[in-house]
């Protein structure tokens, strides 16, 4: 009988067995490792785009935030500015508005009647003066009711004074503006 010893065909392929298996699992584990490494690069990447993002909006706050600085200034200035104009509207109003009554009442003075004195409180103005006749008076007072300028016209006094031997009649008119701007 002849005897065949399978012995070494066994170990051999056991040793292929192993080797295969070792190859399939360094193949396995260089796989991992490169895909491993590709997440890991591709993360990098990603981190790194989003750090420059971050770099260039901090960039660009800082610009708006001067320009805000800017804006905030220029309002700053644009309310002086305005707050001068204002004032300077109202120095103008000034100006003119007395000037103006006061030419109106020289207008509407009649001959033989004299204003001795004229003061403005506000909207509130009073008139002191000395005239020959209360009818004079009257029609003084008819033409400043008359007036777009005056309103509420009141005598408050009349009563006759000597002045340098003639007699006069003494008065004290009080009256309103018809219409005054409101003061700011």
């Known amino acids: 009988?002849?005897?065949?010893?399978?012995?070494?065909?066994?170990?051999?392929?056991?040793?292929?067995?192993?080797?295969?298996?070792?190859?399939?699992?360094?193949?396995?584990?260089?796989?991992?490792?490169?895909?491993?490494?590709?997440l890991y690069v591709v993360k990098r990447v990603q981190v790194a785009a989003a750090k420059d993002d971050i770099v260039a909006a901090n960039n660009k706050v800082?610009?708006?935030?001067?320009?805000?600085?800017?804006?905030?200034?220029?309002?700053?200035?644009?309310?002086?500015?305005?707050?001068?104009?204002?004032?300077?509207?109202?120095?103008?109003?000034?100006?003119?508005?007395?000037?103006?009554?006061?030419?109106?009442?020289?207008?509407?003075?009649?001959?033989?009647?004299?204003?001795?004195?004229?003061?403005?409180?506000?909207?509130?103005?009073?008139?002191?003066g000395v005239a020959y006749t209360e009818d004079l008076i009257a029609q003084f007072m008819r033409d400043l009711e008359a007036s777009s300028d005056f309103a509420g016209v009141e005598l408050l006094l009349s009563q006759q004074a000597d002045v340098e031997g003639i007699k006069l009649k003494k008065f004290d008119v009080t009256m309103k503006l018809e219409s005054t701007a409101p003061q700011p």
């Open 1 to 38: 009988m002849i005897k065949i010893n399978l012995l070494p065909v066994r170990v051999s392929k056991k040793k292929e067995t192993a080797i295969q298996q070792i190859i399939i699992a360094a193949v396995v584990v260089v796989l991992i490792a490169g895909i491993i490494t590709s």
């Open 62 to 128: 800082k610009e708006l935030k001067a320009k805000i600085g800017k804006i905030e200034e220029i309002k700053t200035l644009k309310e002086q500015v305005k707050k001068k104009l204002d004032v300077l509207n109202q120095l103008r109003k000034n100006k003119t508005g007395p000037a103006q009554r006061l030419s109106t009442l020289s207008d509407m003075t009649p001959k033989q009647l004299w204003l001795t004195n004229y003061s403005e409180a506000g909207e509130n103005i009073k008139i002191s």
